[in-house]
């Protein structure tokens, strides 16, 4: 499609984008709420469905779209719908995962005293999802939401600046734009971009994720009130507005009717609300079968590194996973040192989270990518070792789900329990070992998991730039898969790809996982 790099543009581009990525939302809180009912009630479905976000987190985004866009194209034969939904779906996958581990995260953690009166006032499945799980994982989803949303920005040039069979297809949009600009090396159109994009983000800031949050305050679990409440001036005047709550109501009157429709029909001295105790056969077949599944994947791994790249170029490529993974694991510890304190200070202070949101929104929404010719020309002007000062360019655009996560997790601490810290007098390291570390942890788990896993797929563009006729390598697993690629080499990509989902599913599991279940278990409300 025929662009402009006028500014006069700029808003049809900026409303194309904005609408793709609020549809791609869409489908993530769907996809998200889907995953966190079916892992959290379901024993044999977590155990698929969590290594398989892990894998699904740590492929790159070029990935999916180099697979989809074909597939779109097929679907909608002659007709840039197809290219559409190639595009939405790329913002997608930089999306969902957020979500759906912050979603799990929430499902997960919900307090012993509101599950048993769940099940005292025999709550359905459908019932239990609307008035415990999805409002207690509500606030701090909310904020997950928000990071989402600016953290596809980063993804929404490779989105709309689409290469498919020797054909390059721009979809009018900030992102083509953005990819327009830099094949013309047009600083004044990048600002140009820059200042619509904080536009949008200050936008959709006042007029969606405020009035969210606002509203998504209500369902903090603490006894007492609230008293440290953000609040909107749009959703101050929607619930002052007749119509507004005339419509408020019928949809209030239509969920409350779909809650009774899908109740259960008998009470608590009924036979049937035995809970059922599940088979220990059923399920020692279901992890025979995991486990064949993971078998025969290991087998096909194994033969596919002895027929097609050989055993020392798999060791090759480990060592290389190494090196990255001490990258994430530094960048992640020296991130959390910086972010952690910041964000439990704007998450105890709602006032001033009003003011820093927007603000935190920008950066996490500006493209790191953007970052990466003024870090090359700083290497080889000082003379610097790219392996080491290629690394933070790797956490550029990730950091920001530690610090999110960290806000939600500090701005849902009950008021009582911040009296009580208040009355004992806690202070200091006491302050942050017995009262804020715990009351933040399972959110810092959901924000440490997307975090390492964003940077992992970050590595890729990170430990490999180039700018004009420069490039700079560090060694590591993401520039062994950006240097094939440039190559053509498929059997090494893959290869490259399969180690990386490995490195990032052990991980997790042995890692994070452990993690999660100290947060489900003694750390939370």
Known sequence: LPLSLEPVYLPYYLLRTTLRMFIALGASMLFSCVFAALTTKYRPAEKVLVPLLDIL?????????????????????????????????????SQ????????????????????????VFQLSGWQRFWRLELPFAMPGLSWN???????????????EAISVANQNIKLPGIGSYIALAIEHRDLHAIGWAIGAMLIGVILYDQLFFRPLLAWADKFRFEESGSETAQDSWLLTW???????????????????????????????????ARIDKQSSTLERIWDAVIAAAVFYACWALFNFIHTEVGWAEAARVTVLGFYT??????LLVLAALF???????????PRYASKVQGIAQFLAAFPANLMFPVAVLGIVHFNLNPSIWLSPLMILGTQWYLLFNVIA????????????????????????????????????????????????????????????????KAQGIGSYIAEMTAIGDFPRIALGIGIMCVFVMGFNHFVWRRLYEMAENRLHF
């Open 96 to 119: 969902a995962w957020n979500m759906a581990f912050s979603a799990y995260q929430g499902f997960r953690t919900v307090p012993a005293e509101l599950t048993e009166a769940a099940n």
């Open 339 to 349: 972010w952690v304190p910041i964000g439990v200070w704007i998450g105890l202070n």
């Open 409 to 472: 997790g500090a701005s849902t601490i009950p008021t009582e329990l911040r009296y009580a810290a208040q009355n004992l007098g806690l202070s200091g390291w006491i302050k942050w070992r017995r009262y804020l570390l715990p009351a933040i942890f399972p959110s810092f788990v959901t924000g440490a998991i997307t975090a390492t896993g964003g940077s992992w797929n970050a590595s890729i563009v990170a430990e490999y730039v180039t700018w004009g006729d420069t490039t700079l």
């Open 238 to 272: 929607l619930r002052r507005t007749e119509r507004m709550q005339g419509l408020a109501k019928m949809f209030v009157h239509a969920m409350e009717r779909s809650l009774t429709l899908f109740r259960r029909q008998y009470d608590g001295t009924s036979i049937r």
């Open 145 to 159: 939401m928000m990071m989402s949303m600016s953290g596809g920005w980063f993804f929404v040039v490779a989105a």
């Open 325 to 330: 993974l001490a990258r994430v694991l530094i």
């Open 57 to 93: 987190q740590s492929i790159p985004i070029l990935g999916f779209l180099s697979i989809t866009v074909s597939a779109f194209i097929t679907l909608f034969p002659g007709n840039l719908l197809g290219v559409e939904c190639a595009a939405i779906f790329a913002i997608f996958t």
